[in-house]
């Protein structure tokens, strides 16, 4: 059967671009060509052209199967690339029955960033391997290569433009509902884990630029039934014998002007002042007690060094115009001219005056209880 040869479409590619087979238009051009140039006598170009057909199906499936595997290269690629936070506009709520025995780490709800962490031994090594279940954990495991300023397992931020809210960054709460549990309202640690490093259990960083800005770094505020057991600030170490706390409270130079201000011990009127108590250990491991307080007058304070089971002992002079031995009011004053009935100590018997412009048999006064007498000799 002869057949004409038509032109080729020039909008149709002889030679698929993709897989380098020729496509099914191309090759019943060559064919036609090969017919009327002497092919072989009675060709059937309908069995041909089914096998042009086939051949072109083969090669479009081929092409889908390279564009669904690119398209898939894409989808494996957009993974790796950083990703923004998730972001939330309605209320989530994710619930979990949670493990409360001491075999495993129980952490339903686990954000990490970075490599994989070990949450147990992580905590397993700073908590005499005990467990732990969390409602909510968040870590960040940061790379030796990393040159971001800050990792954060867990932050929170708040920004208040309001004068009737609360801004909180941060906010615990923890609610004993039991005798003898025991309840933190948090509790953090950090360790060197045996290197050289500088290491912080908490820094507080206050920024006031404005001058009415009340400013308080650490305000603990307490609400007690009794407070016999309650301590404001306690120091100590968790195991005796391998080290200790170089200073326990250190004020930096030029910090304040006002190292440590105590208020008296109750707010009412004629009320003393709160006791600052030393302590010491006696051959017998006793605690023996020494204090400093400011003791109220009717128009001032004097100040007082008690020691319950010693003395008050000066290891360098002192420079005062009176100082009041004892709690029966026996005083020693200092100043010139002889004492008089204004003299601080005079109605009180045994109270001295020491008088600096004095001479022999004028330096040194005692009180009578009634009376200056002054001490021949001295």
Known sequence: MTVATPPPNVLVPIVDPDTGVLTQAGLRFFLSLWSRSGGAPGIDLTAIQAQAAAAQATAVAAAAGVSTEATARAAADALLAPKDSPSFTTAATATAPGVFTNTLMNQPFVATVGATLDYTGAYGALQAYNTAT????????????????????????????????NAVGGYFQARAKVAGSKTWGSNSIVTDGGFSATVQGVEIDLLAANAATLAVGVNVTGAFGSSDLANGTAISVAVTG???WNVGYYSHDGATPNGMILGASS?????????????????????????????????????????????????????????????????????????????????????????TDGGTGSRLYVSSGSAWAAVAGV
Not at 136 to 165: D, H, K, Q, R
Not at 284 to 290: E, M, P
Request: proline residues 4%; contains cysteine; neutral net charge.
């Open 242 to 244: 391998t080290g200790r």
């Open 267 to 355: 707010s009412a009127a004629n009320s003393d002042g709160q006791y600052i108590q030393l302590q010491a250990l006696d051959n017998t491991a006793t605690h023996r007690l020494c204090t400093i307080r400011a003791v109220h007058t009717s128009a001032g304070a004097d100040l007082h060094l008690g020691a319950v089971t010693g003395n008050v002992i000066s290891d360098v002079p002192l420079q005062a115009t009176k100082f009041l031995a004892g709690s029966g009011g026996t005083t020693i004053s200092s100043g010139t001219g002889a004492p008089t009935s204004s003299t601080p100590g005079y109605a009180v018997g045994g109270s001295m005056f020491l008088r």
């Open 134 to 165: 969390s409602g909510l954990v968040g870590g960040v495991n940061i790379p030796s290569n990393s040159t971001v300023w800050g990792g954060f397992g867990v932050a929170g931020f708040a920004e208040n433009p309001s004068t009737a809210t």
